[in-house]
């Protein structure tokens, strides 16, 4: 069974970081891309970020403005966004989630809050 | 960045009810579209992946079709956990970017 379980969210001010994880299990996690999305209270889904299985290829939505960086430790079978400079408008669930081989994303995480609030 | 457009943005039916969501893409992106429910307060689950095809253990009643910049998510005859979000989502380049959702709820 494919798991993915976040950690790491919670409550943190305007300007300051996070660090989110991700552990991933009943899967080969060096075989597979995997991404991030978030979804703000009451709104749609959006993506965030994503990292190839080798680590070679990272992409990251432009909203971001170069403030979060995605890695992965596939010893670990980890997924990590580190977070900073955080805003207001960066309030969201997280999810981990895996990019299957024809689907674009096919398994998701539970999801973990993030709330940037003064 | 390729937009996706979904239509309508909410929906009202009644059980039994066939229902057609629609997804429009900007640029043209061959077959690489999935399709996601959500339930409040949980995680998104894929219900259709490469534009038709149903992902393991989705019902039947859910199908996909469309190709180029024009796709539906159709289900055939709605059934009471069927009301929820519905997203779709282009992965045919980076960045990724999901339609805004259709709520479809009960008449």
């Known amino acids: 069974e494919v798991l993915l379980v976040e950690s790491g969210g919670g409550l943190v001010k305007p300007g300051g970081s996070l660090r989110l994880s991700c552990k991933a299990s009943?899967?080969?996690?060096?075989?597979?891309?995997m991404s991030w999305v978030r979804q703000a209270p009451g709104k749609g889904l959006e993506w965030v970020s994503s990292i190839s299985n080798t680590h070679v290829n990272k992409y990251y939505a432009d909203s971001l403005e170069g403030r979060f960086t995605v890695s992965r430790d596939n010893d670990k079978n980890s997924l990590y966004l580190q977070m900073n400079s955080l805003r207001v408008e960066d309030t969201a669930v997280y999810y981990c989630?895996?990019?299957?081989?024809?689907?674009?994303?096919?398994?998701w995480g539970q999801g973990t809050p993030v709330t940037v609030s003064s | 960045a390729i937009q996706m457009t979904q239509s309508p943005s909410s929906l009202s039916a009644s059980v039994g009810d066939r229902v057609t969501i629609t997804c429009r893409a900007s640029q043209a992106i061959r077959n690489d579209l999935a399709w996601f429910q959500q339930k409040p307060g949980k995680a998104p689950r894929l219900l259709i992946f490469?534009?038709?095809r149903l992902h393991s253990g989705v019902p039947s009643r859910f199908s996909g079709s469309g190709s180029g910049t024009d796709f539906t998510l159709t289900i055939s005859s709605l059934q009471p956990e069927d009301f929820a979000t519905y997203y779709c989502l282009q992965d045919y380049n980076y960045p990724r970017t999901f339609g805004q959702g259709t709520r479809l709820d009960i008449k």
């Open positions: 009943g899967f080969t996690f060096t075989s597979y891309t």
């Open positions: 490469a534009a038709s």
């Open positions: 989630t895996r990019s299957g081989f024809v689907a674009g994303i096919d398994y």
